[in-house]
């Protein structure tokens, strides 16, 4: 039990990297929508940035505080607009692909010091509607990141928001995975309802720590379907989120960092955890290991990209940035070593 709680701890950003052990840590991988050379990532101390394919690489920072970032997004229509979530220190926006950096805080006052932005999100199609998943709740911006409120009418139970998720035909309709479960908004984030069957017991919900959601997922073919990484296993449901069941029992490790469905192929997910990575060609069913060429197994971030569904890049605890050309049946290293300093 202590060694799950550290483990979350670490994941989560709330101890330091060396009390984790770890070196090369790659917390965020975000590839650029419509340029397959340009990835942005975040470590334990920098964000970095390649124009090439990972061949050769850029500290990306000017700007920043020493705070570590937690979660990057990249506006959809206009790839330069960059937002990173920081553990303390809110919110920083780059107009200019990652050159220059400024504190965008607006609203977001009370989420710092000890306070994690864990996911950024934007809304399906759009430049200026983005979210904020935050260890003090759900923000929303509708000025692309320059201004935030917050959204947690009738999320009482939790204030720790780890990961949210649009319904794509739908973009009323968001899902919140919390550190007690899952909620769902039918209005644009102005309200809340509980959808925890089959997950959490009312009885346990209070206790903030009963479930642990990493990752929400809507399926882009079929949006009733939604999947949830927890740090006890995965679930799915198939009618909303009205009913849950548990999936993927033959995984060889339940304590799920990433989750990741692609937009290409029917069925097709992956998971990160601490024994690499798996994947499903069926809605989960059942799963093979995909870790040739991994010289670390302990996942803490996936990518899939956009433009080819077989490349994913994997970041691991301690090892660095990996590519898999092949949807996985292989890995090779991609050295961080930056060719050039931005100043």
Not at 209 to 218: A, F, M, N, Q
């Amino acid at each position: 039990m202590i060694q799950l709680k550290f483990f979350f701890l670490c994941l989560l950003g709330w101890v330091s990297v060396l009390g984790c052990g770890q070196s090369e840590t790659v917390v965020e991988v975000a590839l650029h929508p419509t340029k397959s050379n340009i990835i942005y990532l975040a470590t334990n101390d920098y964000i970095y940035k390649t124009r090439d394919g990972g061949t050769h690489w850029e500290n990306m920072s000017e700007g920043m505080t020493h705070s570590r970032v937690i979660a990057l997004a990249i506006d959809p229509l206009f790839p330069a607009n960059i937002l990173a979530g920081t553990k303390g220190d809110a919110v920083y926006k780059s107009y200019d692909g990652g050159q220059r950096w400024v504190s965008r805080r607006t609203g977001l006052h009370e989420v710092t010091i000890s306070s994690v932005v864990h996911e950024l999100v934007f809304a399906p199609g759009s430049s200026s509607h983005v979210f904020a998943a935050t260890s003090l709740g759900v923000f929303e911006s509708n000025d692309g990141g320059e201004s935030w409120g917050k959204r947690m009418e009738g999320m009482k139970e939790v204030l720790m928001v780890i990961s949210l998720a649009f319904d794509p035909q739908q973009p009323q309709t968001l899902y919140a995975g919390t550190s007690g479960g899952v909620y769902k908004s039918v209005d644009g984030a102005q309200t809340w309802g509980k959808v925890n069957t089959g997950l959490v017991a009312s009885d346990v919900l209070k206790s903030s720590r009963s479930l642990g959601v990493t990752r929400i997922k809507v399926d882009p073919f079929n949006p009733d379907r939604v999947y949830i990484a927890t740090l006890v296993g995965l679930y799915q449901t198939r009618n909303g989120g009205e009913s849950w069941h548990r999936i993927g029992e033959s995984l060889p490790d339940h304590m799920l960092s990433e989750l990741l469905l692609d937009p290409q192929n029917v069925g097709v997910l992956y998971v990160g955890h601490r024994e690499g990575v798996s994947r499903s060609d069926d809605g989960g069913e059942t799963w093979e290991s995909r870790n040739l060429g991994l010289t670390n197994i302990n996942i803490r971030t996936l990518a899939l990209s956009a433009i080819d569904s077989q490349k994913l890049y994997a970041g691991t605890n301690g090892k660095g940035l990996f590519l898999s050309v092949d949807s996985g049946l292989s890995w090779s290293p991609v050295p961080l070593a930056p060719s050039e300093t931005v100043s």
